[in-house]
């Protein structure tokens, strides 16, 4: 799932013995998170936010106000890095350098924009709540202008796991 667009800082992962290549795996990851941090870079600064998400065909849909940081963030540049985490576990050590960590986690970098379409936005809400419930869960007709959905478009995504050795 990559484009070769991404930039020439972005290297192979160091500990390959950890990295988690196929993307099966990679998307039961992301869908068993439930949080997903986002990374936007404006004026040479990152700016990250928590935010509940939800998968559908190769995306990720988000709900936002309809202002704020992050949204102006986004018109500015709509280049951006996410990361999610799941069975993260603490392995304490014997002293401080011998400590560890369990978890699976996926990076990935693509192209955040707004969903203007209805039917877009009405599935992402329901991408969302799939994501933390299996109940149905009524969607309105007609989103309101004040709610806004985002959607990432996925350039590239990398897992890592670590057993906690």
């Known amino acids: 799932m990559t484009s070769g667009k991404l930039p020439s800082w972005i290297q192979p992962m160091r500990r390959q013995d950890r990295q988690i290549s196929d993307n099966v795996r990679l998307w039961e990851i992301l869908r068993k998170a439930d949080v997903c941090r986002i990374a936007f870079c404006a004026e040479g600064w990152p700016y990250i936010i928590p935010m509940n998400f939800g998968c559908l065909e190769d995306r990720l849909y988000f709900h936002s106000a309809a202002a704020g940081t992050k949204l102006d963030l986004l018109k500015a540049n709509s280049n951006v890095c996410f990361e999610v985490e799941i069975n993260v576990e603490i392995i304490p050590g014997k002293e401080a350098c011998g400590w560890s960590a369990k978890f ?46 985002l959607r990432i478009d996925i350039e590239s995504l990398t897992g890592k796991e670590s057993v906690g050795d």
């Open 104 to 149: 699976q986690s996926v990076i990935g970098f693509g192209h955040m924009s707004i969903v203007k379409d209805q039917e877009e936005k009405r599935a992402g809400i329901k991408a969302l709540v799939a994501q933390y419930t299996d109940r149905i869960v009524p969607v309105p007709a007609l989103i309101p202008e004040t709610t806004t959905i």
